[in-house]
């Protein structure tokens, strides 16, 4: 009597294999559910071989998502602070963030001359506008630059929903042949494939936490310079960064000049000795060639 039921498992398990990899063949297939309704009715006979009443047999139900932001919104900002608003500038940072219901994720100060800090504050999504605003007046400063970007993740969010109700399924239906598992190694079969399945469906809520942590709390990053206590940057002006080319540019002609020098005047003065020694040589050379020469016949 229990081995049609020790045969309805076996054969459970490998039409349960075949719907998980078509569920995992694309999102598309797994989003409309077909996969999952699919390897249910295949296996809702085996289960019913097995005594399965009928209220056991639960279709299975969509639900809509929750209306969440599905935009990862991040932005960086770069700060020129005065000298005596650096170390304030880094405590109103903080205010903001908790202000707003946010968090400081992290905060760096280098001490050099000048000073520079890097905040990143997470803020929630709707009120990213509110914090850009409060963070962009930090220490009275001014902003030197600026950008912001989002990132649409909700065609994702569908997809990973689809494919965790349709691996959630598949594992209510494995728990249920593991009652029904008379054999050892159709234990061990079940076992596996439930394992498996269960390996996929914590991976897919983790990565769902993620897009959720990242779309609910917005990352701002705030890059923050120290400059003296007129607000100018410790940065060279133009007329000092003219000045320095042009000293520069100076210094470069000069050292040409001396290179050149060291190569041309050795050569001057090695030609200017040879054109001495022929003049003193030639003269006598060219009289005695002069008197060796027979006259011409008249």
């Not at 309805?8 to 398990?13: M, T, W």
């Not at 993740?153 to 593991?178: I, K, P, S």
């Not at 054109?275 to 002069?290: D, K, M, N, T, Y």
Request: hydrophobic share 40%.
């Amino acid at each position: 009597m229990r081995a049609p039921v020790a045969f309805g498992v076996v054969g459970a398990i490998v039409a349960l294999s075949g719907a998980v990899g078509c569920s995992g063949a694309g999102a598309s297939d797994s989003s409309t559910g077909g996969g999952v309704q699919g390897g249910v009715a295949e296996l809702a006979p085996m289960l019913d071989s097995g005594g399965t009443t009928g209220g056991e047999k639960q279709a299975v139900k969509l639900a809509l998502p929750e209306a969440r932001s599905t935009v990862i919104k991040t932005a960086r900002l770069s700060l020129r602070v005065k000298s005596d608003q650096f170390s304030k500038a880094i405590e109103q940072a903080q205010d903001v963030a908790t202000e707003l219901g946010g968090l400081i994720l992290s905060t760096n100060v280098l001490t050099a001359e000048p000073s520079v800090a890097q905040v990143v504050v997470r803020v929630p999504a709707n009120r990213f506008n509110d914090a850009l605003k409060d963070l962009r007046r930090l220490g009275g400063g001014t902003v030197r630059s600026e950008e912001i970007s989002g990132q649409d993740v909700g065609q994702e969010f569908v997809d990973l929903e689809a494919r965790e109700r349709n691996l959630t399924a598949q594992q209510n239906v494995l728990l249920r042949l593991m009652d029904r598992a008379v054999t050892i190694s159709d234990t061990i079969r079940v076992q596996n494939e439930l394992s498996r399945v269960q390996g996929q469906i914590e991976q897919i809520r983790g990565r769902l936490i993620y897009l959720h942590d990242q779309a609910d709390l917005s990352t701002i990053s705030v890059s923050m310079r120290e400059s003296d206590a007129t607000g100018h940057a410790d940065e060279p002006g133009e007329l000092r960064q003219a000045f320095n080319r042009a000293w520069d540019g100076t210094v470069a002609v000069v050292t040409g000049v001396i290179v050149g020098a060291g190569i041309v005047l050795p050569v001057a003065l090695l030609l200017g000795l040879g054109l001495f020694v022929a003049s003193r040589v030639w003269r006598p050379v060219r009289r005695l060639i002069e008197k060796l020469t027979p006259p011409p016949v008249g």
